[in-house]
């Protein structure tokens, strides 16, 4: 997939009216000199405009961002991470010729007396998206001035209306592939303290210009966040990012090309948010990052590179469903796996089959030594509960053709699995690992292959009598797979029914236990017929085809790998809480799992500072926090929720039930029905909770710090 590339140069055309050229080869006058430069603004500080306001009440600033947008990626970009943590924001549409007209009545009013300034921080294409000297940017300009509003101006060139020099004087313009830039000391005092120092852009693929930038030399009034080094006679550093203050106003500029899905992006997104919104704002984001080992226990079957199907799982033609030489983890893997938490600082959740050990034991002579190594360490992992013996808990499969089809009675009616059955395999497995001393929460399930929930295209309904069967077994969360079902859902429509909880799958097959065995699978699934292939990449348009079949010897280290590994950090970075999900057998034989791991926590932490750890959530944690973003959202889009500053106060109001996710500076104190407690939990060089209104409190009340 190619979702993380922007070609570039040509990407930041100016289309709104009275806008400068391309930034590659625009070279417009700058707009007048600004006179003097002001130092950048204390966190929580408000603006006075003159001596007569400094007796007038303290004017309300609304907790909502506005996001002016020209279409392009890199406002595109904002915009999601604005939605992706829950910053309320309006958007303003350029291209849409009935867009309201901004002006002081669309930006500001008056609310019991105090003025107000209806959005606390504002995203421009460009630092004059309506026009140099248009009404509408005289307006907000003024606005911001008044007010104290920070202006983001999602990409423009180096100019110095900008505060930068032209690239010609000292600076540098071009593709940014592979670069690495740093966070200079100002960017680490102020909103991206969070990173750990340096930052590599993207290059996935050399054949392809993936970013450009025009990084130039501070003028007086700039503060650079973001550095790049210059060669030529000099050498020394310009700015990326970096913050230009004057005519009583700030704007962060940002002078490279982006989009929503590109690393450098995703690295410096929580630092834009937080300046743009002072530090204080609605939503919050984590990085996060949990691992589901489904089958434990279990044996799982083996690919056949000479048939390109799995024996042993009804997708081969004429095949008895019993496959040969399974894959299972053995005593030395276990001991593998606890050393490897240890040593990484990471916990694997083991969602288990006991009833599949308990087989395995009488199969071979009564012994099992991999369930009595695992049992010993149980403390060092989370586990979750995977049904007795991982039978498919949805239709009852007719396995007499490929692919496998949902059996019928005599009228025609589908033949479901039973609640009794259903019960039963999530009861035994749960007192299975109780009677071994395993701790496990009642609350969450794996059913095998995401079973009993709707499989298309064979099986387009839940399976009915699954809602049932989890209440009668206390399950509040069951796992769904998330290339299916991205979104969380009910199941059942009882109160209090049991929710979905998506997982993303990793490409590490459940079916291999060595790196040729994933390469040829791989290139049967992503390759061309012609090249030898399934063709399924022709056929799907979610997918793509390999220019031609990977080496089998070294195709998983030096593609699959780093492919995975890039995907899955995408999803961390992402402020995404779904877990990813593999299978024992990737933790057996050649290991395939680890190399991915070692990749995503390695570049996880050359990334970030010890202030930004990664969040490993459980499977209940992510339910919960799914739950509290959808009812949060509906909040939102039904313009139900009021939130404000004024001074050093912030009130939050929303509707009863719906718990609000606030970020506010370190210091920041909440109101109690007598007296205050600390805010929120430190994340990133904030605090930030999901919060609501005290016993007999109709809001949310907090005191920010003064400095």
């Excluded at 307006?139 to 690239?167: K, M, N």
């Excluded at 053995?330 to 089959?353: E, H, P, R």
């Amino acid at each position: 997939m190619d979702s993380g590339r922007i070609r570039m140069p040509g990407n930041a055309s100016r289309t709104a009216p009275g806008a400068h050229a391309s930034p590659r080869t625009a070279r417009t006058a700058p707009r007048t000199v600004r006179l003097a430069a002001l130092a950048a603004a204390a966190l929580v500080a408000t603006a006075v405009p003159s001596a007569q306001a400094a007796t007038a009440p303290a004017p309300r600033i609304d907790l909502t961002v506005l996001v002016v947008d020209d279409g392009g990626s890199a406002v595109g970009a904002i915009t999601a991470e604005l939605k992706g943590s829950g910053v309320p924001y309006r958007r303003i549409d350029l291209n849409d010729p009935n867009r309201p007209v901004v002006n002081q009545a669309f930006l500001s009013d008056t609310v019991d007396g105090r003025p107000r300034a209806r959005y606390q921080g504002v995203v421009l294409p460009h630092e004059t998206a309506f026009g140099p000297d248009s009404a509408e940017q005289t307006a907000l300009q003024a606005y911001e001035r008044t007010f104290g509003i920070p202006q983001v101006d999602a990409y423009t060139w180096s100019h110095p209306g900008v505060g930068l020099d032209y690239t010609t004087e000292g600076g540098r313009s071009g593709v940014l592939d592979g670069v690495t830039t740093s966070v200079t000391a100002a960017g680490k005092a102020g909103p991206f303290g969070y990173l750990a120092g340096s930052l590599t852009f993207e290059d996935n693929d050399p054949a392809v210009s993936e970013s450009y930038g025009y990084a130039g030399r501070p003028r007086a009034g700039y503060t650079s966040y973001l550095d790049v080094p210059v060669d030529g006679a000099g050498g020394g550093r310009a700015s990326l990012v970096g913050e230009y203050a004057a005519d009583g106003r700030r704007e962060l500029v940002v002078t490279f090309a982006y989009n929503q899905y590109q690393r450098q992006f995703r690295a410096l997104a929580r630092g834009i948010v937080e300046w743009l919104t002072q530090g204080i704002h609605l939503g919050r984001s984590r990085n996060y990052l949990s691992v589901h080992v489904d089958d434990v226990f279990a044996p799982d079957a083996r690919w056949d590179s000479a048939r390109d199907c799995t024996p042993g799982d009804f997708d081969c033609a004429g095949d008895d469903g019993e496959g040969a030489n399974p894959i299972r983890m053995t005593v030395a893997d276990a001991q593998y796996a606890a050393a490897w938490q240890k040593a990484s600082g990471f916990t694997l959740d083991m969602v288990y089959n006991g009833g599949q050990g308990e087989q395995w034991k009488t199969e071979h002579g009564g012994a099992d030594p991999l369930t009595d190594r695992l049992v010993a360490d149980r403390a060092q992992y989370r586990w979750i509960n995977h049904t007795y013996t991982h039978p498919f808990l949805g239709c009852v499969q007719d396995t007499t053709v490929v692919p496998w089809r949902c059996a019928e009675d005599a009228r025609g009616a589908t033949l479901w699995v039973s609640r009794a059955e259903l019960s039963a395999q999530i009861r035994d497995n749960h007192d299975w690992a109780v009677r071994k001393g395993i701790a496990v929460d009642r609350s969450e399930l794996v059913t095998g292959e995401h079973s009993g929930l709707k499989t298309l295209p064979q099986q387009p309904v839940d399976n009915p009598n699954l809602a049932g069967a989890l209440a009668d077994n206390g399950v509040k969360w069951t796992a769904s797979d998330n290339s299916r079902e991205p979104q969380q859902r009910a199941v059942g429509t009882a109160t209090g029914a049991a929710k979905t909880v998506p997982r993303h799958p990793m490409n590490v097959y459940y079916n291999v236990g060595t790196a040729a065995e994933m390469a040829d699978e791989y290139n049967w699934v992503y390759t061309a017929r012609a090249d030898g292939g399934s063709g399924v990449c022709e056929s799907n348009p979610a997918s793509t085809c390999l220019p031609a079949p990977l080496p089998v010897a070294t195709g998983y280290a030096d593609h699959i790998v780093p492919q995975e590994a890039r995907t899955a950090l995408s999803h961390v970075l992402g402020n995404d809480p779904r877990p990813h999900y593999v299978h024992q057998s990737n933790l057996a034989e050649e290991r395939l799992l680890y190399p991915v791991l070692d990749r995503v926590l390695a570049d996880y932490r050359g990334l970030f500072a010890p202030s930004a750890p990664l969040v490993n959530p459980a499977q209940r944690d992510v339910g919960t926090e799914l739950t509290r973003r959808a009812a949060w959202d509906q909040a939102l889009a039904a313009g139900k929720v009021t939130a404000y500053r004024i001074g050093t106060t912030v009130t939050v109001k929303a509707p009863s039930g719906v718990t609000a996710p606030v970020t506010a500076p370190e210091g920041t104190r909440k109101k109690l029905l007598l007296g205050t407690t600390a805010f929120g939990t430190a994340y990133a060089g904030t605090r930030s909770a999901w919060t609501s209104p005290e016993l007999l409190q109709s809001a949310v009340t907090l005191t920010i710090p003064t400095t």
